[in-house]
C-alpha cells in the first residue's frame, strides 16, 4: 500500500490496474444495460411487468445475498472474489449471443443472465470497496472514489451512443460479446494487483457467529450518524431511480417509438453532463465541503427528475425533455456521489469495512429492485406516465432528510466521527 499521503493515486500501480479493471468492468455493463431492453422489447416483445421483472433480477443480488457476502468478504482475500467474479460475468454475458445464434433466446434466459450477472456484482462491488484502503492510503480513498467516478461517468458518455449506432447494423444481443470480453481484460488486470495487508482472516472458534458477525456490521451501519443519513437518502433516491429506469425505456422505445441510437444519444446526454460534473465536484468539494456540496446535489435531484414525467404529459416534446432530464439527473447524481466521495471508509474502522459496505449496499441496491416492480404495477394497473410521476415524486425525499438533518449545519465531517 502507498504510503505518501500527497502521491496522485494513479502513479500507485495497483490502483492503476484496479481502476482499468474496474473501466472495463463499466464498459460491460453500460453496453450489456443498453442492450437488454432492445432484446427484450422490440426482439422478444416482452410486456412491462415483465421488464420490471427482468431489471428487479439484474438488482436482486443485494437483497438475496448481499448481508452474508460482507461477512465473506471480510473474511477472504479480495482480489480471488474480483476474478470470481469476472469469470461469471464473462459466461453469464456471452451466453446472450450464443442463445441468438443457435435462436433460442428466450426472455427466460435474459432474466437468469440478469440475476447471475446480479449475484457476482454483489461479489465484486463489496470487494472492490474493500480492497480501496489496501491499495491506497485512508485519506486518500476519496481521490481515488473520485477516479473511479470520474472514468465511470467518462464511459457512460460514450458507451450508449456507440451501442446505439452499432444496433443499427447488428442485433443487441451480438453486443453482449464485448462485455463478455471486457470482463476477461478485467480479469487480466486484477491478477496483477498485490494488496498489501489483503488476508484471509480464519474463523476461531471464540469469534462471533455468522449472524452476530452481520448484526455487528448493521449496528455500525445505523448508529453512526452519517452513514445513517447517507443510507436513507440512497435508499429513497433509488427507489425512485428503480421506477424511473425501468419505466424509461418502455416510454421512449414502444410509446414514443424512438430509434436506438435516438436512446442511446440520450443516454450519454445524461453522461457527459455527469463526467463534467465529476471533473469540476472534486475541486468544489474541497472549497466548499462536503456536506456543504451533497445539499447542493441533493437539492438538484427534484428538479431534475421533473422533466421526465412531464414528458408523458408533453409527449410532442418529450425528446427533448427527457433529454433535459437525463443532463439534471447526470448532474445531481455524480455530484451527490463525488461530494460523498470516501466519507463511508473515513467514519467506518477497517475490520468492519466489508460488513457494513455490504449493509449499506443491501439496502440501497435493494431498493432499486424494488422501485422497478413498483413501477411495473404501477405502469400495467394504470400508465407508464403516472409511473413517472411516482419516481419523481419518490426522488424528491432525500433532500427533506438532508434539510431536517443537524448535518446541514456543518460544512465538512466532523473530525470527531473519524476513525
Not at 197 to 220: H, L, M, N, Y
Amino acid at each position: 500500500m502507498a504510503s505518501d499521503d500527497e502521491v496522485e493515486v494513479l502513479k500507485v500501480p495497483d490502483f492503476r490496474r484496479l481502476w482499468a479493471a474496474n473501466g472495463f468492468r463499466y464498459a460491460a455493463a453500460e453496453v450489456a444495460s443498453f442492450a437488454l431492453p432492445i432484446t427484450a422489447l422490440l426482439l422478444l416483445h416482452a410486456q412491462p411487468l415483465v421488464m420490471s421483472l427482468i431489471f428487479v433480477c439484474s438488482r436482486a443480488g443485494f437483497l438475496t445475498i448481499g448481508l452474508p457476502a460482507g461477512v465473506w468478504i471480510d473474511r477472504w482475500r479480495k482480489k480471488p472474489v474480483l476474478i470470481g467474479a469476472d469469470i461469471a460475468y464473462s459466461i453469464a454475458f456471452a451466453s446472450v449471443p450464443l442463445a441468438y445464434f443457435l435462436d433460442v433466446l428466450t426472455v427466460t434466459q435474459l432474466v437468469l443472465v440478469a440475476l447471475v450477472v446480479s449475484l457476482a456484482g454483489v461479489f465484486f462491488d463489496v470487494a472492490h470497496s474493500s480492497v480501496l484502503p489496501y491499495v491506497l492510503p485512508r485519506r486518500r480513498v476519496a481521490d481515488g472514489n473520485a477516479r473511479l467516478q470520474s472514468s465511470e461517468t467518462a464511459i457512460q458518455a460514450v458507451s450508449p451512443s456507440v451501442a446505439g449506432l452499432v444496433t443499427q447494423s447488428i442485433a443487441a444481443p451480438i453486443l453482449y460479446c464485448f462485455a463478455a470480453l471486457a470482463h476477461l481484460v478485467s480479469l487480466l488486470l486484477l491478477r496483477r494487483i498485490h494488496p498489501t495487508g489483503d488476508i484471509a482472516r480464519t474463523p476461531t472458534k471464540t469469534e462471533q457467529k455468522f449472524t452476530q458477525e452481520i448484526t455487528s456490521g448493521i449496528r455500525v451501519l445505523f448508529q453512526q450518524p452519517l452513514l445513517r443519513l447517507l443510507l436513507n437518502q440512497a435508499a429513497l433516491n433509488n427507489v425512485g431511480a428503480g421506477i424511473l429506469l425501468s419505466m424509461l425505456p418502455i416510454f421512449l422505445l414502444k410509446e414514443i417509438g424512438i430509434a436506438t441510437w435516438l436512446f442511446g444519444l440520450l443516454s450519454t446526454l445524461g453522461a457527459v453532463a455527469g463526467f463534467c460534473t465529476s471533473l469540476l465536484a472534486p475541486r468544489l468539494r474541497r472549497r466548499f465541503g462536503e456536506i456543504r456540496m451533497t445539499l447542493v446535489f441533493s437539492g438538484l435531484a427534484p428538479f431534475a427528475v421533473l422533466a421526465a414525467p412531464l414528458a408523458g404529459v408533453f409527449r410532442q416534446a418529450a425528446v427533448p425533455l427527457v433529454a433535459v432530464a437525463q443532463v439534471l439527473i447526470g448532474i445531481a447524481i455524480v455530484g451527490r456521489a463525488v461530494s460523498t466521495a470516501g466519507l463511508r471508509a473515513r467514519v467506518t474502522p477497517d475490520a468492519y469495512m466489508g460488513r457494513v459496505t455490504a449493509a449499506y449496499s443491501f439496502v440501497i441496491q435493494g431498493a432499486t429492485p424494488l422501485g422497478a416492480l413498483a413501477g411495473g404495477l404501477i405502469a400495467s394497473h394504470w400508465s407508464t406516465s403516472t409511473a413517472l410521476w411516482v419516481g419523481g415524486l419518490v426522488m424528491a425525499l432525500p433532500l427533506v432528510l438532508l434539510l431536517v438533518s443537524p448535518l446541514r449545519s456543518h460544512r465538512t465531517l466532523p473530525p470527531e466521527w473519524e476513525v
